[in-house]
């Protein structure tokens, strides 16, 4: 693996772990007290990238404190399985930037549900969230949901239907369900809704990893 953050999974292959740990450590301090909060500004500042027109002088000024900030930032990174980034899981969407925030509402071997909300971020165009937004909700939670029932799952095939649009800034709920197994293979099923009307559903294959499988 080559760039900046190469490195870390082939060392995790090579200790046979699989794809996903399963003995991440679970605490609540990695990044801070006020990691939450961090994670949190950043995805305002993604947000308001997106919907702002800065003036020239305001986009350097900008710039140059971005480019400070990521010098610090630069100085502290480390690997994949302990960077609290994905692994915070006492954080809406277990601080991971890229995810629409998500909390679980219940969760448990049968399937879970979670509410969400995206945001100006995850525009698509007149309002609407971009479905390649969706695509990664739903991943992400059926992902959770194979995990719970199964163990450490790679999504195989992810099959979505935008029956309606899904809108930004609203609360949403997402329910992700077992709906079968064969062997190392679970099939899901999901919905997104707002209240009563579903804007998607899906239904997708997960296999279970292989020990050391990456
Ligand atoms: C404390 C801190 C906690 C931290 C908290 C971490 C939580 C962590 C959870 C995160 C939640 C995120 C969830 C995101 C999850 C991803 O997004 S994973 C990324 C996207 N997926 C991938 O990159 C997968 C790429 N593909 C692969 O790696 C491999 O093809 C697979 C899927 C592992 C399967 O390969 P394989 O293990 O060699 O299995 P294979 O023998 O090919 O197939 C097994 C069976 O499945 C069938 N099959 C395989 N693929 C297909 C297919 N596409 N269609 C139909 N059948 C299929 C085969 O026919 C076979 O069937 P049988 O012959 O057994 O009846």
């Given at each position: 693996m080559t760039g900046e953050f190469g490195g870390a999974l082939p060392a995790a292959v090579e200790e046979g772990v699989g794809g996903f740990r399963t003995t991440i450590e679970n605490t609540t301090e990695r990044g801070g007290v006020n990691y939450g909060e961090f994670i949190e500004e950043v995805r305002t500042f993604m947000d308001r990238?997106?919907?702002?027109?800065?003036?020239?002088?305001?986009?350097?000024?900008?710039?140059?404190?971005?480019?400070?900030?990521n010098d610090l930032l630069k100085g502290v990174t480390i690997d994949e399985w302990y960077a609290p980034?994905?692994?915070?899981?006492?954080?809406?969407?277990?601080?991971?930037?890229?995810?629409?925030?998500?909390?679980?509402l219940d969760q448990g071997a049968d399937g879970v549900v979670a509410t969400l909300r995206f945001r100006r971020f995850h525009l698509g165009g007149n309002s609407a969230v971009h479905g390649g937004y969706v695509g990664l909700?739903?991943?992400?939670?059926?992902?959770?949901?194979?995990?719970?029932?199964?163990?450490?799952?790679?999504?195989?095939?992810?099959?979505?239907?935008?029956?309606?649009?899904?809108?930004?800034?609203?609360?949403?709920?997402?329910?992700?369900?077992?709906?079968?197994?064969?062997?190392?293979?679970?099939?899901?099923?999901?919905?997104?809704?707002?209240?009563?009307?579903?804007?998607?559903?899906?239904?997708?294959?997960?296999?279970?990893?292989?020990?050391?499988?990456?």
């Open positions: 990238a997106r919907a702002a027109c800065p003036t020239t002088e305001l986009n350097d000024d900008i710039l140059s404190r971005l480019r400070a900030i980034s994905g692994t915070r899981t006492d954080l809406p969407a277990r601080g991971n930037i890229m995810l629409p925030p998500y909390t679980f909700a739903v991943d992400e939670v059926m992902g959770l949901a194979a995990g719970l029932a199964r163990g450490i799952t790679r999504t195989a095939y992810l099959t979505i239907n935008y029956r309606s649009v899904t809108p930004l800034d609203t609360d949403l709920e997402l329910k992700a369900w077992v709906d079968r197994t064969e062997g190392r293979k679970t099939f899901l099923r999901a919905t997104l809704s707002d209240g009563d009307r579903v804007c998607a559903d899906a239904e997708a294959l997960f296999i279970l990893l292989n020990p050391g499988q990456r």
